[in-house]
């Protein structure tokens, strides 16, 4: 279905106000990530920044090696561990534009409608900030949905395998970024195989697969030596089925991502990838197997949120292409992103901590390590012991002085330069959640300002084992 793009493009080039807020946007996410401090699961990435293997437990490499850049530059800090992923959203933003011109050459505010629709989201200004996983991979999958443009346009056959080979070392890369980018890939392969195109014919998109095999070699080859855990961890998630609580779950489903895509966004996209199906279906191919593996997914457990992660780059496209009129959802998702960017930055709204997941995540880490060091000192105790590997990870980034940290969860065993240790006496940390009331045992709070945060019980035992991680 052709575009109307009659009158689309005076939105793009008139109002400067629109693009201030664009730059004003951004500016914000920068200072977001410089003010806001580390949170536990970016700590956890530093960790395996500091012990570079192949891949993790969690996840393969890409995360930790970004953090390895980051820090390298800017030292461990929070902006050294969120550097190169700041750099990669830029970059992301520039490949998303140069797709959606490349998909839709007729249109010619194609690319600026994508760009505004993709920072419009909260899932791109908000959930881009912290350091994981999702980052390298929606770099990587903007990158091979441009390359599999060109593939697909390019006239001679012969000029289409620099395309596709681009396409599929991308796609390795994003496999070498998060487990997820296997569903891309299958969409990608089902439109290959089924489309009316015959592309399964030609060599160009066999090599593209030889090529994302070949580049997730690293990741495949850590699995094979240590059991396929990263694989089965992933996999496993599967078996943990609840379909008593399926409305529960698709309810959670439907309304979380309709915020992080903001309401007005995930209408524009949907109507576009609809609108799809009739030129550019490749969108659609991609995008449909992944919401289907979602919602099946959610039938009988939680979709966490940034699982869908791995469908913004065709949805985005799709959106800009067809999606209508989107001066509506570009100010209400801008307008949301300013909203919590200012939460974040003044706290001018006085929520408590259990509503506030900035502060419930960064706020008080520095005083609570300290305060923890207060504690083993009186009780002349030089080892901590954490069962939480979130809540060690962090307490090993804000170093306590004189400390050395045992990790108990069994997840340390896979980053294979730490020892395993039998120590004793050790105090045992443990989080409280929000006992702040507790009797049994001592206790610990954690504060943002004179507000508490969270509770952490302290037990001495006399010996305990576990991996030193700091």
């Not at 012990?51 to 393969?60: A, F, N, R, S």
């Not at 160009?204 to 095999?213: F, K, L, M, R």
């Not at 959610?298 to 065709?314: C, E, F, H, I, K």
């Not at 001495?460 to 030193?468: A, F, I, M, R, Y």
Request: proline share 5%; net charge positive.
């Amino acid at each position: 279905m052709p575009s109307t793009g009659g009158n689309r493009c005076t939105f793009w080039r008139g109002p400067r106000l629109l693009y201030g807020a664009l730059g004003l946007l951004w500016l914000l996410h920068l200072l977001l990530a410089i003010r806001i401090p580390l949170v536990p699961d970016e700590a956890y990435y530093w960790l395996w920044s500091r012990h570079m293997q192949w891949g993790y437990l969690d996840h393969p490499f890409m995360v930790a090696l970004w953090v390895r850049g980051g820090t390298a530059l800017w030292g461990d800090t929070a902006f050294g561990v969120r550097f190169v992923g700041l750099v990669g959203f830029g970059v992301a933003n520039l490949f998303i534009f140069l797709t959606a011109q490349q998909f839709f050459p007729e249109e010619k505010s194609a690319g600026g409608r994508a760009i505004w629709l993709f920072n419009a989201t909260l899932m791109a200004s908000i959930g881009l900030i912290p350091a994981t996983p999702d980052a390298p991979l929606c770099l990587f999958l903007s990158m091979s949905l441009w390359a599999l443009a060109h593939a697909l346009r390019v006239g001679q056959p012969q000029s289409r395998w620099g395309w596709w080979v681009l396409c599929g070392i991308c796609l390795g890369l994003a496999m070498d970024s998060k487990y997820t980018a296997v569903l891309w890939g299958l969409g990608l392969a089902g439109y290959i195989l089924f489309s009316q195109r015959g592309l399964w014919r030609m060599a160009g998109p066999w090599v593209a697969g030889c090529a994302a095999c070949v580049m997730t070699v690293p990741t495949l080859y850590w699995n094979l030596k240590h059991h396929w855990a990263g694989l089965l961890k992933q996999g496993g998630r599967t078996m943990q089925w609840h379909p008593e609580r399926a409305g529960q779950f698709l309810g959670e489903f439907f309304l979380g991502q309709a915020a992080l895509l903001t309401p007005w966004v995930a209408g524009v996209c949907m109507l576009g990838l609809w609108r799809a199906r009739s030129r550019q279906n490749v969108l659609l191919w991609l995008a449909l197997p992944m919401m289907a593996v979602f919602l099946c997914h959610a039938l009988g457990d939680r979709v966490q949120a940034n699982w869908v992660w791995v469908l913004y780059p065709p949805l985005i496209v799709a959106g800009a292409g067809y999606g209508g009129h989107i001066k509506g959802a570009v100010l209400m998702g801008m307008a949301s992103s300013f909203l919590i960017y200012s939460q974040a930055l003044t706290g001018f709204m006085a929520l408590p901590a259990s509503m506030n997941p900035i502060t419930r995540l960064s706020a008080g880490w520095g005083r609570l390590t300290a305060d923890i060091i207060a504690q083993a000192q009186q009780k002349t105790i030089s080892t901590i012991a954490v069962r939480d590997y979130a809540l060690a990870s962090i307490l090993a980034f804000y170093h306590p002085r004189g400390l050395q940290i045992i990790g108990l969860d069994s997840r340390w065993a896979y980053i294979e330069q730490l020892p395993r240790m039998n120590v004793q006496p050790v105090l045992l940390i443990e989080d409280a959640h929000y006992a702040f009331a507790q009797t049994r045992g001592e206790q610990i709070t954690r504060y943002s300002g004179s507000q508490r945060v969270r509770a952490y019980r302290i037990e001495l035992k006399s010996k305990s084992t576990g991996w030193q991680i700091r």
